[in-house]
């Protein structure tokens, strides 16, 4: 949880002189959105996943990889490093 928010919230409400029970149902209204924010997330993060672990080697050619009708070339060694690497600069470039 992110509490620099809920610390916000807070501080709104006693400068408006908010009723304590309008500040719970703003608490509870971010709360429930930002679950629901982290599940769409993993939700998406798992159909990636399986998209990704899906292909398959082309039995006419190990250097490429099959999924329906599209077929990728196959990285080896240092190429699938770097991927790996420029992918998790990506993912902390996203937060």
Same mark, same amino acid.
């Given at each position: 949880?992110?509490?620099?928010?809920?610390?916000?919230?807070?501080?709104?409400?006693?400068?408006?002189?908010?009723?304590?029970?309008?500040?719970?149902?703003?608490?509870?209204?971010?709360?429930?959105?930002? *679950? &629901?924010?982290?599940? +769409?997330?993993?939700? $998406? !993060?798992?159909?990636?996943?399986?998209?990704?672990?899906?292909?398959?080697?082309?039995?006419?050619?190990?250097?490429?990889?099959?999924?329906?009708?599209?077929?990728?070339?196959?990285?080896?060694?240092?190429? *699938? &490093?770097?991927?790996? +690497?420029?992918?998790? $600069? !990506?993912?902390?470039?996203?937060?």
């Amino acid at each position: 949880m992110k509490l620099r928010i809920y610390f916000l919230i807070f501080i709104a409400a006693l400068f408006l002189h908010l009723p304590t029970w309008k500040m719970l149902i703003a608490v509870g209204g971010y709360y429930a959105f930002e *679950q &629901i924010d982290l599940w +769409r997330d993993r939700k $998406l !993060l798992d159909r990636l996943w399986e998209e990704e672990v899906s292909w398959e080697p082309d039995p006419d050619d190990p250097t490429h990889e099959l999924l329906g009708g599209l077929t990728r070339v196959r990285l080896h060694g240092d190429q *699938q &490093i770097v991927v790996n +690497r420029i992918g998790d $600069l !990506l993912r902390l470039y996203r937060r």
